[in-house]
């Protein structure tokens, strides 16, 4: 699609539909999208079926609620949502297919960033510790990005697999999948994808980019909650796979009850495994629901313009970016790196303009479709009025909470 | 407790809280609890907070949430709550439990028998394949139960896990847990106990028992609903293991975002991967509660008395029960095995008697506190009616249905 026949979005459209939008600055959409009104009389469905129906909610749309949110989730990740199981989160999305791999010597290293998510960082170690696998740290020389030529360089003809961001969490970066995907596929190497901070926010087409298999979920720019991460697989690699991490969801004929070998599924489904996370299903549903119907290209379009405008608005308050300065290196947010950050970070949540913090990024901002622009400036200035009045101050000292 | 000093359950105390009861006879407690009432409000005030509060949430509950389910979990499991971590499903639970373990031969035999519920042993199978590990089924001899000395003969030197439920899926037998625990811990191996059939019926005393660890869920007696299952790890042993499914919520400080090698938790944290389930654990918490509010000993005392009318109204009625003909060897349920059972369970289902159907075990048969005597005569009148009537016959030849 041309840029010019991309639909502009309305933020004032969407904001009565988000009803956090109307009583906060939310500004926080890559670690926690707003929540859809619409989300509560899902999960109160899912209430009045359990409540009214009993068991007979399996045969009457649980068993297969995974498909509801995974056929919302194919259209915003280019893929058929028959190749989609959904799991609890990433990490265990990412178990779960590692567990389907070998890493027999000498095709037995994990090539990753250091700029991954660090759960992520945490689950290799100890799958290549499992496995005798190496582990090869690609590192970033600034913090921001990891050129792609020294990522290429180090996937080569022994390397089983690259797990690695699309989207880095800390800077925004949106590192060259597509071309990371090509170099592996000509040297016999897998591509595990984390989509978590550009689904929802950006244009995916996994199955064209020959993506072997990506991770993400609702959490963020879906606004579908926690609780739903979904794994994709690319269907012709599916088949020769047989995760050792499997259960009944993934068997042909579960009710059968057999007691074995199993006999695998050979769609998505293959993935999973025990019964399933039905209400974090209803929880997620409305969101991403929600975001295919934007569509990606018009979502793409009003976040570019935004974290533009909170760039360029840093800029002029004199306050430092970790974000990569061009903007189609950027992904859906822009993090200021602020003195105090963290301390910064408490008093904006204090004045209820929502926003988080990460170490070696500083505050994060995250615009979305029902972002006002005005809500772009007014946040980059409250940073710049809270440093100035040193209203962090008061925060200096105190126990770090989550979040 | 002596038998006389145990509460008297008045299932009509509990009836107008769980609404399907009201409406249905509801006899499948083993396989989905009925909802609470307030299960509604809980995962209303999921809506609430996310709604509100948005990315504060985690800071505001979210993150330690898993606590308050394990909190209830633990008085009815008789184990620490902070030994307790939460997961999708109890074979995810197994799963990263399993990924802490070694299978070094020679010890690398996994003991297990034919009467696990599936999906453990495809997920066993695989873990065993991935780890040049040895599977050893014993069989059951008449598809109710495992004669425990041939288990016992089972579990040797070269055992590295017994992975068993505590009540069989099929026929309710109850393995004599302690004695199977205390054999493994003569020769060095590991229990991993199924609770899921026993947790919210049967008195647990797992630490007591000497359980080295214990998966299970609150969809069953514990009413809770799917989506959030326990692993309970023994404190002592936590400490030697190291999943290597792991992720930032096992981390001492994950919101440091350390990027590696994990500092990991001493307690049951140190058991968790990634994001929790968050909708799942409001949504299961209610169930919970109430069962431990109840307490186990008056939950049995209500149960066998139920169970017991079950198997009497059926040898009267010439209906063959494939459940222990001892009481104290059965747990919460009944199965009637009928002719044509999967189509008498269709017909019991659309006559508003709530059971369900499992090959080689029959009709299942399940009452718990909210279930009236009157409801358990009943029901096995029911099927006898559906028998002699054939009734069931319009039900023949047609595509089976979950649940």
């Known amino acids: ?36 009104r619409s989300t509560r009389d899902n999960l109160n469905r899912y209430a009045d079926i359990w409540e009214a129906r009993g068991v007979r909610s399996w045969a009457e749309g649980w068993w297969v609620k995974q498909n509801d949110l995974a056929e ?3 259209q915003i990740l280019g893929v058929p949502a028959s190749a989609l199981s959904l799991h609890q989160n990433v990490t265990m999305a990412s ?18 960033t250091d700029m991954n998510f660090p759960t992520i960082m945490y689950l ?37 697999l690259v797990p ?13 999948a597509q071309t990371i995907v090509e170099k592996a596929r000509r040297v016999g190497a897998i591509v595990v994808l984390d989509v978590y901070q550009s689904v929802g926010c950006i244009p995916l087409e996994l199955h064209k980019w020959g993506v072997h298999a990506a991770v993400g979920g609702p959490l963020k720019f879906c606004c579908g909650g926690p609780g739903s991460c979904f794994l994709y697989v690319d269907p012709e690699l599916c088949q020769e796979l047989a995760p050792a991490y499997t259960g009944w969801m993934a ?13 695998r599924r050979e769609d998505g489904w293959r993935f999973l495994h025990g019964t399933p996370n039905v209400p974090g299903l209803f929880a997620a549903e409305e969101g991403v ?22 760039w360029e608005t840093a800029q002029e308050l004199g306050l430092k970016s970790t974000a990569p300065e061009n903007p189609e290196q950027r992904g859906g947010t822009i993090a ?17 303009f929502i926003v988080d913090y990460r170490p070696k990024a500083g505050v994060r901002i995250a615009p979305h479709f029902y972002t006002l622009d005005e809500e772009c400036v007014a946040t980059v200035h409250q940073i710049r009025k809270i440093l100035d009045s040193k209203a962090y101050e008061k925060h200096l000292g105190q126990e770090k909470r989550p979040g």
């Open 95 to 112: 178990a779960v297919f590692a567990s389907s791999l070998r890493f027999d010597s000498p095709r037995n290293k994990i090539v990753y």
């Open 72 to 74: 919302h989730f194919s």
């Open 1 to 36: 699609m041309m840029s010019d026949d991309i639909p502009v979005i309305d933020p004032n459209a969407w904001r009565e539909q988000f009803p956090i939008t109307q009583k906060t600055v939310y500004m926080i959409s890559n670690s926690l999208g707003a929540m859809p």
């Open 289 to 310: 629901r929600i975001c295919a119907e934007i569509g990606m290209e018009a979502v793409r379009k009003h976040s570019m313009k935004q974290t533009q405008l909170i």
């Open 251 to 263: 068997h042909k004929q579960p009710f059968d009850f057999d007691t074995g070998p199993i006999d």
């Open 164 to 176: 690695i961001s699309h989207v880095l969490f800390r800077s925004s970066f949106i590192q060259d």
């Open 124 to 160: 290799y170690d100890g799958i290549a510790r499992q496995h005798g696998a190496r582990v090869v740290r690609v590192e970033s020389p600034d913090g921001i990005g990891v050129p792609t030529e020294k990522l290429l360089d180090a996937i080569d003809e022994e390397t089983a």
């Open 336 to 352: 200021i790196d602020a003195p105090h950050g963290y301390e910064v970070c408490q008093e904006l949540l204090a004045r209820d």
